[in-house]
């Protein structure tokens, strides 16, 4: 127990020791530089502005979360669902996957104003389009899982007249979870990103507005160290949601997949 938590200390330290060293350096050369805190800020300013600047942020970040939450959620039903129905027939696999790559070719950007044409701007669009591109990654490594399944497994299942839905479900949905999650890795940082070029396209004024939104106001306004604060929000917020699926993902598999699994 011991020797693990010196592990996790050990891994946690270097990581930290770089952090320091690149904010006290980074602190150091702007101060003697004397570069202006609109074209650069010391890391104080951006901390200054973040407190000044806190309910503001907070409400911005709150919205952010929500939006990215909600598109993250509609993409993993959406993408584990039609990815089982894809798995189920090869037929609608060669129907549908084709206009799925076409979807993740299109740039968000060229797609975000079309929703917002169809749904109109504020919320609605803005979790239509963290959805969008958060979309693509769930259904193509749930549709890769489920079809990787072992052969002579299968063989078995049917060999006990299991139907088409128990195979399904009891094989080859438990055998795809490693995939789904690394889906969900990749999704849920995805959905934030979608959320915040939504707020730029689709964001609402006032306290409403999201962190894209907010970062659209500071730019327009040369508040550069609230600028690099909201960039460095939405960073935090991208890897707090990526911790929660790992730890999710370790949660699930850590008892039977090698990929979770603590090595010696």
């Known amino acids: 127990m011991k020797t ?4 996790r200390l050990k891994k946690a330290f270097l990581p930290l020791i770089a952090f320091i060293f690149f904010v006290s350096l980074w602190q150091g050369i702007v101060s003697l530089i004397g570069v202006p805190h609109y074209i650069l800020p010391k890391p104080t300013d951006i901390v200054d502005a973040a407190v000044k600047n806190w309910s503001l942020l907070s409400s911005a970040l709150l919205t952010t979360i929500i939006e990215s939450v909600l598109g993250f959620i509609f993409s993993v039903i959406g993408g584990i669902g039609v990815a089982v129905l894809m798995a189920s027939s090869k037929w609608v696999e060669r129907s ?3 206009y799925a790559i076409i979807l993740q070719t299109i740039p968000v950007v060229a797609i975000a104003p079309i929703i917002v044409i169809w749904f109109g701007s504020g919320m609605k669009a803005i979790i239509i389009i963290a959805f969008t591109i958060g979309f693509f990654p769930m259904l193509s490594n749930t549709l890769i899982g489920l079809n990787a ?6 063989n078995l299942f049917y060999l006990y007249n299991a139907s088409k839905w128990q195979v399904m479900w009891k094989l080859r949905f438990p055998a795809a979870l490693p995939y789904i999650i690394a889906g969900a890795k990749i999704s849920c940082t995805l ?5 915040i070029v939504g707020e730029y396209i689709a964001g609402v004024g006032g306290g409403a507005g999201g962190l894209g939104y907010a970062i659209t106001v500071a730019a327009s306004r040369l508040q550069t160290p609230y600028l690099f604060a909201l960039g460095l929000s939405a960073a935090v917020l991208g890897v707090t949601f990526f911790l929660i699926v790992s730890y999710l993902s370790k949660l699930f598999l850590s008892s039977w997949h090698e990929s979770e699994m603590e090595s010696e």
Do not use: E, R, S, W
């Open 96 to 98: 549908l996957y084709p």
């Open 191 to 195: 959905a934030v990103v979608g959320a």
């Open 4 to 7: 693990k938590f010196y592990d």
């Open 149 to 154: 399944t072992d052969h002579n497994m299968k």
